[in-house]
């Protein structure tokens, strides 16, 4: 069976002030066992909804989500068990330090002690953070090592499917290819599958197999970044919203 995630013409609406939100408006793909799959698009355009609604956070409106053949919402338990999801703003006792904030999350997820002390040690390790910080208090470290930490801890349970949403939006351009190298690295090793979603263009197309671009709720072009570049004569993926919207990316964010 070669197919880790099926989404099928999923619909969500919100309410906001009276007013109807179309956040999805029938989106539809699939994602391959082992592929790293990028959601690209600009903010606002229903990134983070379907994320949430694939880590069963929120429920559709309409369609059929499938992981590894369960759906989402009927076999809600399996499907946290094979999931694990990282967003932007990572959770952590910023007091405490990667080793701690682990530890805990090893007792969330009913990981034996002992076993965890070692496997601790391994994941900040395998995301690069030296030994000699790993009992500092998380809130002395950047926001690169943090989101390192945030992605090592998503790892302690080794998911099949992780879901990476803006995984190094509002980091320094080092921070940020320390990250994505990390990815890289991490998810072949732990032979996962990934959802990622990201508004940065160079991102997607260094890290993804294969680029939903999603706009409005609608995915408008789906491909590997080679496919999607031939399809619309384009040099850049830059080129390729520009022609499949006819908008400029950066001018695309929606309002919040
Ligand atoms: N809980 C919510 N209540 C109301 N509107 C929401 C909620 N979550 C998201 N939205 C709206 O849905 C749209 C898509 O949001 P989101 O999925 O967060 O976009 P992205 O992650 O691509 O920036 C936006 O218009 C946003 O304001
Ligand atoms: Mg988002």
Partial sequence: MNSAVKVYNVKKYFKKTGKLIEAL??????????????????????????????????YPDCGRIEIFSHDVFEDENIVK??????????????????????????GIYGLPFGKSKEHISNMLEQVGIPKNRFNDPLENF????????????????APVLMLLDEPTTGLDPKAKREVQSMVKDIVREHDATVLLTTHDMEEAEKLCDRISIIHHGKIVAEGT??????????????????????????EADEDE
């Fill in 81 to 106: 068990r094979m999931i694990n999801r990282v967003s932007v703003e990572a959770s952590f006792f910023m007091k405490l330090s990667a080793i701690e904030n682990l530890r805990y999350a090893c």
């Fill in 142 to 157: 950047s926001r690169g090592m943090q989101q390192k930490v945030a992605i090592s801890r998503a790892f302690l349970t």
């Fill in 225 to 250: 970044p080679e496919n999607l570049k031939e399809r619309y004569s384009a040099q850049t993926l830059e080129d390729v919203f520009l022609e499949a919207i006819g908008v400029k990316f950066e």
């Fill in 25 to 58: 408006k029938g989106v539809s793909f699939e994602i391959k066992r082992g592929e790293i799959y990028g959601l690209l698009g600009p903010n606002g355009s229903g990134k983070s909804t379907l994320i949430r609604l694939m880590s069963t956070l929120l």
